[in-house]
């Protein structure tokens, strides 16, 4: 019986461990800043979705910087494709905003 709560035990430290471990990973994927390449001209959005209207533009070819995870959104059709993933997108200065995830290439 000793033997079976101390190896309960065990596996509930090493869950726990591997429960944060995970947790940290994702949390530092989402603060990673990776290079995205836009694909076409196109409007850069105040939230993932339509709604909050645009803020700027990307110009096909340029390379910007980027949240390296996606964000959930609203449904949109563009660049060949539909999506409700997004992508943030720095697309001037400090300003940043959201452009489907269809209408980006990742360079790194």
Known sequence: ?????????A???????????????NASEADAVCQ???????????EPGTAGG????VTAGSTYDADCA?????SYTACGGT????AR????GDD???LPSTCVTWAS
């Not at 019986?1 to 035990?9: D, P, Y």
């Not at 596996?11 to 990973?25: D, I």
């Not at 996606?70 to 609203?74: D, I, K, Q």
């Not at 997108?89 to 001037?92: I, K, L, Q, R, S």
């Open 11 to 25: 596996l509930a430290a090493a869950a726990a461990f591997t429960a944060g471990f995970a947790t940290s990973a």
């Open 36 to 46: 995205a390449v836009a694909d076409e001209n196109r409007a850069v959005w105040a």
């Open 96 to 98: 940043w905003g959201y």
């Open 1 to 9: 019986m000793k033997r079976l709560m101390t190896a309960a035990a």
């Open 70 to 74: 996606l964000v959930p959104g609203a």
């Open 54 to 57: 645009t803020v700027g533009a």
């Open 83 to 86: 999506t409700d993933q997004w």
């Open 89 to 92: 997108v720095n697309y001037a």
